[in-house]
């Protein structure tokens, strides 16, 4: 074979793939094809057809070669991109119509059921066999089943006709059908719960599937589903591998109602393993800072919070000094102005449990703000606050040992020297963690970094360390 028919070879071959892959970006059923392979494919097409207008101007062999060469470049990944996506639809329409679980009287069921045609399911279900035993891929008739229906009535009627016929949700040990349910609606996951299914059965990451029904909903109607688990057997005892149970789970997402949902039903609370605080701490100050932004609160969250607390809760008022715009403004370079509202925000009623909801895991950036304004007045801490303003300055030590740079030290200083100020067993605890600081802050001065003499001299804090 001489070159020249090799080079049209391959370039046939590339139009063969290319018009493959047209077919299946317009059938839509690409599904992992995105913009961005979109525009690889055009790219790549456009170096072929490149590559294919140059090669009859080329007189010599080796330039006919190296042709030949940049051709194979784009190819490849087109062929395979064309025979991949070929393989990937035969896979999908064979696990659509069931020939990739079922053969002989079990297929021609599972295609009745993807037609929907109730009467010849009936006619069918005979000479299947037992619909709960599994066939290929661990796949049941039932599980089929269930796949194929939608959340209307006349769907499931297929699958009234199917646990009649003795299918049992009950021996379903598979956590696809009820999330298939889930995403269709109550009315199919309701019809599935109350034929037997298991909420509690595990998805492919291990986590009970009535987990996946969490979220940010805050009234009846967004809850419905997950009351409706519960309402089905969902076991509130059930931990994921890191210990976490439900609440932690919810309270880690900010899914504050589902989690008010759980305390409400006796889920256990006091041993979740959560960062910044308890469930009672951060439920509390979620309350708050939605206070501070005027974002309604549901009567669920103050209700739950009344009884952790065994008391009514009491919401502060917020006044005219907004804690948002504090905490915002709040840094080195505006240090005075900083004071100046911390002392008027002090003189309010219950200042610091306002600025203590602030406390937010993951904003890092916030509880530094936080730590920053709560030293100014840091006589008035509780131990609790201090200990929280302590771990702060840890963390931005920590920062500051990872990129060494005297003005990430700036406001951690500050923010020492008002800890500092406040004797006690918290302070002491701390005492390593304030030698470390300092002993960072005298490096950096004898290191002559720039930022070094803006920092607070350490050495002359009211608490000095020998």
Known sequence: MTLTTMFWAVVALDVIAAVVLKLVFDSGSHGQFDGLLVAFFLVVL?????????????????WRMAAFVVLLIPSVPMVFSSVASVVNRIRDERQFSGSAYFQGPALELAQAM?????????????????????HGGKATLWQFGVLQTYDTDASMEMLRVLVAAGAD??????????????????????????AGANPNVLDHDGRPVWWGTMGPGEDEASTELLRMMLDHGADLRLRAPDGRGPVGIAVANRHWFDACLFLERGAEWKQEP??????????????????????????????????LKGKPMVIPPGGEIGIRQILR???????????AAVALLAQKPQWVRRVDAFFEDGDTTKRGHVALVL???????????????????????????????????????????????????????HRADFIGLR????????????????????????????
Not at 290 to 296: F, M, Q, S, T
Not at 329 to 339: G, I, V
Not at 439 to 464: S, Y
């Open 375 to 429: 030293s100014m007045k840091a006589e008035a801490l509780p131990e609790d606050v201090q200990e929280r303003c302590w771990m702060v300055l840890r963390e931005q030590v920590a920062w500051f040992e990872r990129s060494p740079s005297g003005w990430l030290l700036k406001e951690t200083a500050v923010i020492a020297v008002g800890l500092a100020s406040v004797p006690g067993p918290v302070r002491e605890r």
């Open 439 to 466: 002993d960072h802050i005298e490096k950096l001065r004898k290191a002559n970094d720039p930022a070094a003499g803006q920092l607070a001299d350490l050495r002359k804090a009211d608490w000095v360390v020998g």
């Open 46 to 62: 456009a170096a072929i057809v490149l590559t294919a207008c140059v090669f009859p101007l080329l007189r010599t062999d080796g």
């Open 274 to 307: 959560l960062r910044g605080g308890t469930v009672a701490e951060l439920l509390e100050w979620e309350i708050l800072r939605r206070g501070e932004y005027e974002i309604p609160v549901p009567e669920r969250m103050l209700t739950v919070m009344a009884g």
């Open 114 to 134: 993807v037609k929907g045609d109730v009467e010849l399911v009936k006619q069918l279900i005979p000479a299947a066999g037992d619909l709960n035993q599994p």
């Open 329 to 339: 403004e709040a840094s080195f370079d505006k240090l005075e102005e900083t004071r």
């Open 169 to 194: 949700p009950k021996r379903d040990g598979s956590a696809d059908t009820l999330q298939h349910a889930v995403a269709r609606g109550p009315g199919l996951t309701r019809f599935l719960l109350e």
